[in-house]
């Protein structure tokens, strides 16, 4: 009998033994994924041209942010529990660094949200938890606008699904660094947009490689896209008169200089009478290239100063015709459209007060300029997922921006 309560202990002994290693794993794991919420936390407070750490946390909250409150949450949650079972210091530790996850977590996601509210749009963080791809269904129709030395350029169509042949037109310029890029690459976005009623064009223009710089091509490559949009739109079911250009980084200075250009009567295309769009959207635009050359943080591949000088064409201190055909800030004038900016205040590779500087000269020039400035937000800080908290944010505001100016359905 004795020997059978012995083997009765062994055996409880063994099974607490293994409850208690498994709480402690529990614990560990709670621990490190906390620290590695707070570790982006505190790298989203500090300068994204400072760090890589810097740089990697601010490009996370606008996509994953909600993700990463619910990480914090379940590892207070396990971290709790661990101390209930006493794991002693090890759990106590896993809930104040947990806790601090939480809280940190918590305050950005919803000062993201709160940003977007205020700007007229919304960002649902729940809905946010369930990311998409930025590929949806593809184009409803490619065609060639022009063929430039053997090189067909196309633009991809994307039709409302009902329209009396009158609908709102968008013009959309991808961006890339200039170097690479697809007019299909916010594929989700650009049929977001079509879904809601307007008639989408999203454009090529020639990329730049180490043989041929496109400073001067890129510019007369989205003109003539722009004059045959103008020719062909009511084909198929646009308004021209209701035209907006979109664009982003690389094609967001595309898109400024265009507009602006042909507004003061700079632009001229072989394929036809440029437009001038009756408003401008651009998120994070390469405004200045000056200070993107010497303040982008660099990235392995896609360094700010080999973006620049392979766009120009070489080291832009020595070409200052060039740099000044590609500033946005040679076509600003009081003649030029209404703009919306959409601005990252973490933007480590266009710096975000280059582009607040640029939209306070646009203004004191008379330009109507509307900057929106997205907190713990970094360059294509919407592109990255579908229905991310920053993709609903910069589809709702533009949306709301272009009704109001009676440019949307």
Same mark, same amino acid.
């Given at each position: 009998?004795?020997?059978?309560?012995?083997?009765?202990?062994? *055996?409880?002994?063994?099974?607490?033994?293994?409850?208690?290693?498994?709480?402690?794993?529990?614990?560990?794991?709670?621990?490190?994924?906390?620290?590695?919420?707070? /570790?982006?936390?505190?790298?989203?407070?500090?300068?994204?041209?400072?760090?890589?750490?810097?740089?990697?946390?601010?490009?996370?909250?606008?996509?994953?942010?909600?993700?990463?409150?619910?990480?914090?949450? =379940?590892?207070?949650?396990?971290?709790?529990?661990?101390?209930?079972?006493?794991?002693?210091?090890?759990?106590?530790?896993?809930?104040?660094?947990?806790?601090?996850?939480?809280?940190?977590?918590?305050?950005? *996601?919803?000062? %993201?949200?709160?940003?977007?509210?205020?700007?007229?749009?919304?960002?649902?963080?729940?809905?946010?938890?369930?990311?998409?791809?930025?590929?949806?269904?593809?184009?409803?129709?490619?065609? *060639?606008?022009?063929?430039?030395?053997?090189?067909? /350029?196309?633009?991809?169509?994307?039709?409302?699904?009902?329209?009396?042949?009158?609908?709102?037109?968008?013009?959309?310029?991808?961006?890339?660094?200039?170097?690479?890029?697809?007019?299909?690459?916010?594929?989700?976005?650009?049929?977001?947009?079509?879904?809601?009623?307007?008639?989408?064009?999203?454009?090529?223009?020639?990329?730049?490689? @180490?043989? *041929?710089?496109?400073?001067? @091509?890129?510019?007369?490559?989205?003109?003539?896209?722009?004059?045959?949009?103008?020719?062909?739109?009511?084909?198929?079911?646009?308004?021209?008169?209701?035209?907006?250009?979109?664009?982003?980084?690389?094609?967001?200075?595309?898109? %400024?200089?265009?507009?602006?250009?042909?507004?003061?009567?700079?632009?001229?295309?072989?394929?036809?009478?440029?437009?001038?769009?009756?408003?401008?959207?651009?998120?994070?635009?390469?405004?200045?290239? /000056?200070?993107?050359?010497?303040?982008?943080?660099?990235?392995?591949?896609?360094?700010?100063?080999?973006?620049?000088?392979?766009? %120009?064409?070489?080291?832009?201190?020595?070409?200052?015709?060039? =740099?000044?055909?590609?500033?946005?800030?040679?076509?600003?004038?009081? @003649?030029?459209?209404?703009?919306?900016? /959409?601005?990252?205040?973490?933007?480590?590779?266009?710096?975000?007060?280059?582009?607040?500087?640029?939209?306070?000269?646009?203004?004191?020039?008379?330009?109507?300029?509307?900057?929106?400035?997205?907190?713990?937000?970094?360059?294509?800080?919407?592109?990255?997922?579908?229905?991310?908290?920053?993709?609903?944010?910069?589809?709702? %505001?533009?949306?709301?921006?272009?009704?109001?100016?009676?440019?949307?359905?």
């Amino acid at each position: 009998m004795a020997t059978s309560q012995v083997g009765i202990h062994s *055996t409880d002994d063994a099974k607490a033994t293994r409850h208690d290693w498994l709480w402690c794993a529990m614990v560990v794991v709670a621990l490190f994924l906390a620290s590695a919420a707070l /570790l982006l936390v505190v790298g989203a407070l500090r300068e994204p041209t400072r760090s890589v750490h810097a740089v990697v946390s601010s490009a996370v909250w606008t996509t994953v942010g909600p993700h990463l409150v619910v990480l914090s949450l =379940v590892a207070l949650m396990l971290g709790v529990a661990g101390h209930r079972r006493r794991q002693g210091r090890l759990a106590a530790l896993a809930v104040a660094v947990a806790s601090a996850a939480v809280l940190g977590s918590t305050a950005i *996601t919803t000062r %993201i949200v709160q940003a977007a509210s205020a700007a007229g749009g919304s960002a649902n963080p729940v809905y946010g938890l369930w990311l998409g791809s930025m590929h949806a269904t593809g184009p409803d129709e490619t065609v *060639t606008f022009t063929t430039v030395n053997g090189q067909a /350029l196309h633009a991809a169509v994307y039709r409302p699904p009902q329209s009396d042949g009158q609908a709102p037109v968008l013009i959309y310029i991808h961006g890339g660094g200039y170097m690479i890029g697809s007019m299909v690459e916010t594929d989700a976005d650009l049929r977001w947009f079509a879904d809601q009623g307007w008639l989408v064009i999203s454009v090529e223009y020639r990329l730049w490689t @180490k043989e *041929t710089p496109t400073w001067d @091509k890129a510019p007369t490559d989205v003109a003539c896209a722009a004059a045959w949009v103008r020719s062909n739109a009511a084909a198929h079911g646009g308004d021209a008169q209701r035209l907006s250009l979109l664009g982003d980084s690389a094609g967001g200075s595309l898109a %400024i200089n265009l507009a602006y250009a042909a507004a003061l009567g700079q632009v001229q295309s072989d394929c036809g009478l440029v437009p001038v769009p009756s408003a401008v959207v651009v998120q994070y635009p390469a405004v200045d290239p /000056l200070s993107i050359y010497e303040h982008g943080y660099p990235v392995s591949g896609f360094e700010p100063r080999m973006l620049m000088s392979g766009y %120009i064409g070489g080291d832009p201190y020595a070409l200052p015709d060039r =740099v000044r055909a590609v500033s946005s800030y040679s076509y600003i004038s009081d @003649k030029a459209p209404p703009t919306l900016i /959409l601005a990252p205040e973490k933007d480590g590779l266009v710096p975000s007060w280059s582009v607040y500087r640029f939209a306070d000269q646009a203004r004191f020039a008379g330009v109507d300029v509307e900057l929106v400035r997205i907190p713990f937000a970094s360059h294509v800080y919407n592109q990255v997922a579908s229905h991310s908290i920053g993709n609903q944010l910069r589809l709702s %505001i533009t949306r709301r921006y272009l009704r109001e100016r009676g440019l949307g359905p």
